[in-house]
């Protein structure tokens, strides 16, 4: 990460970046300008990488510096710088650099004749040749210890702290510390003099060797008060501070297919990009298989994965991959993805934390796997394997990265503490893979016990390992809760039966109900021909009785004649 502290101002106090990784974040900003910095520590803590790395960082920006040495040789000193990449022989050549050898003559000191003097005349005429205003003492304890006298060496030292203080010159001195109580407390005196106050301490921890850092004083300026793990690398000192932990964090991405359309599903359409991703569970159960149809996936949409392994070698992984059918040599020959892979034991956890960060910032990946948290703890103890979980997964989420984790739980079916290190806050989306034993047979079952900003499912899923990879099986709940292995398979019989008994009454209700309908059908036409046969017989009798109306009408109008003309006859006689 570049350092996003300016070279001037931090607040009232003006500051110098060192540039050195991680320290102007616990210093907040740098070291005091125009003032005096005291490096403490014991034989192999850095002290002279500290100042060297300090004035070879400065001197690449334009700024020069001289380093004073009291106990090595100038030639030395250069070879020394270039087994991290540090050429300062080319350096001193744009004077950009100065190795002072002090040697101090034994002669001199026995007849009580050495002077200070000596040595700001040569300081002082080199730093007005150079415009030079950064100095580095390495180590002020053997120039102090040449007098032999505790009054003297205080004197002295008050006269090179203000020699530096009045040319306006920014100097870093270092000083031996040792279990020797009364000789550490000899030079005690030198910390209530110096501005700011760094102690260098590399002791062993759990049985592993391990460096840490710790800012004592800093006179004007906060900065960060724990004690910090640090390494010695090929390219100097590198400090990953835990105390900026949550303060840069970004804001989850977009979700990205974990490969598996079903699993995508269920978690709610995917893995959030630049999460923390924790797959849990016990061996056997398919987290590798899982973690590996993931970098499948994104590889060959052309993204970069890092996978960080402490329990199996690269090629044991590529290999055993094979069987669920994931081949991952196509995405190592691309260049997509890129191991690294090491023993717990074989190195601290600042060691391992480093080499990480390094891989992450040539390779530059979107994506990192890291297999497992549970083989963390052999690089101590569970607070060493905490500090390095909790820094990478920090650096990875201000760097926008996916961090999947793998931890082999102890228990089949446990949940809880599937972390086992304390570091669920960190976690975004956690999957558990358990098993359970059922009618004599072991089936693998998967939740989701979060998944933050995406609407997840709480259920159970039976999962299978195939040769075609994971494949996830539906949800079959019986009384006694989900079904999987045989008692689903049987349950599965039994449904498939039930479900032919239910088509075939079906079809049988079906026949019934075409035959009712033609039985109905046939009674209508019967009714009907009854029906036709009754309206046939009604109108023939209305027929019949309106023919015996007319007759009867007829009949009646012939009677009436009759008797009118009867009438008319006997009327007609009688005239």
């Known amino acids: 990460m570049e350092n996003k502290y300016a070279t001037i101002d931090k607040g009232t106090l003006p500051k110098i970046p060192t540039r050195i990784a991680g320290l102007d974040d616990i210093l907040q900003g740098g070291i005091p300008e125009h003032r005096t910095t005291i490096i403490s520590g014991g034989p192999g803590c850095g002290k002279s990488i500290f100042g060297i790395e300090f004035l070879y960082m400065g001197a690449k920006e334009g700024h020069p510096g001289i380093y004073v040495t009291f106990e090595e040789r100038a030639d030395a000193v250069r070879q020394n ?278 891989q992450i910032k040539s390779f530059k990946p979107a994506h990192i796997i890291l297999d497992a948290v549970s083989a963390c703890d052999r690089m101590g103890s569970t607070q060493t394997a905490f500090e390095y979980l909790i820094r990478l997964l920090n650096y990875c989420k201000e760097n926008d990265i996916t961090c999947i984790l793998l931890n082999q739980t102890v228990r089949a079916m446990d949940i809880h503490q599937i972390s086992g290190m304390e570091i669920s806050s960190m976690v975004d989306t956690a999957l558990f893979l358990g098993m359970v034993e059922v009618g004599g047979e072991i089936n693998r079952m998967l939740l989701v016990l979060k998944s933050r900003g995406l609407a997840h499912s709480n259920q159970y899923r039976e999962y299978l390992i195939t040769d075609n990879g994971i494949e996830l099986l539906d949800v079959y709940i019986g009384e006694g809760g989900v079904l999987t292995g045989a008692a689903r398979q049987e349950q599965e019989a039994k449904e498939s039966a039930n479900q032919r008994l239910r088509e075939n009454h079906i079809i049988l209700k079906k026949h019934e109900l075409t035959h009712k309908e033609a039985a109905k059908q046939a009674k209508i036409a019967a009714l009907q021909a009854e029906i036709d046969i009754f309206k046939s017989e009604l109108d023939a009798l209305m027929e019949e009785e309106n023919i015996w109306h007319q007759g009867r009408n007829i009949r009646s109008q012939l009677r009436g004649k009759a008797k009118d003309d009867a009438l008319h006859k006997l009327i007609l006689g009688n005239d």
């Open 81 to 358: 710088a270039m087994t991290m990449g540090w050429n300062l022989a080319e350096l001193e050549k744009q004077n950009l650099m100065f190795i002072m050898e002090a040697n101090l003559d034994p002669k001199t000191l026995i007849s009580g004749d050495f002077s200070i003097q000596g040595l700001f005349t040569i300081i002082e005429g080199k730093a007005k040749a150079m415009n030079c205003t950064r100095i580095v003492i390495d180590a002020v304890d053997i120039l102090l210890r040449m007098y032999n006298d505790f009054s003297r060496e205080r004197s002295e030292y008050y006269v090179l702290h203000d020699w530096f203080s009045s040319r306006k010159m920014t100097s870093i001195m270092s000083v031996k510390s040792s279990q020797d109580h009364s000789l550490t407390k000899r030079y005690e005196f030198l910390d209530f003099m110096a501005d700011c106050v760094i102690h260098l301490d590399q002791r062993v921890r759990d049985q592993i060797s391990t460096r840490r850092i710790r800012v004592t004083k800093y006179r004007g300026s906060n900065f960060g008060r724990n004690e910090y793990p640090y390494v010695i690398s090929d390219k100097g000192l590198n400090i990953v501070p835990i105390s900026t932990t949550g303060l840069r964090h970004r804001p989850l991405g977009d979700p990205v297919s974990s490969g598996n359309i079903r699993l995508d599903s269920i978690l709610g359409g995917g893995y959030r990009r630049a999460s923390c991703v924790l797959i849990a569970g016990i061996t056997g159960a398919g987290k590798t298989t899982l973690a590996n149809t993931f970098i499948h996936s994104v590889c060959s949409a052309d993204e970069r994965v890092l996978y960080i392994g402490f329990e199996e070698s690269e090629e044991a992984i590529v290999t055993n991959m094979l069987s669920p059918g994931i081949d991952l040599r196509p995405a190592i020959q691309s260049k997509k993805l890129r191991f690294l892979t090491s023993l717990p034991e074989a190195m601290g956890a600042e060691e391992h934390l480093m080499r990480a960060i390094d």
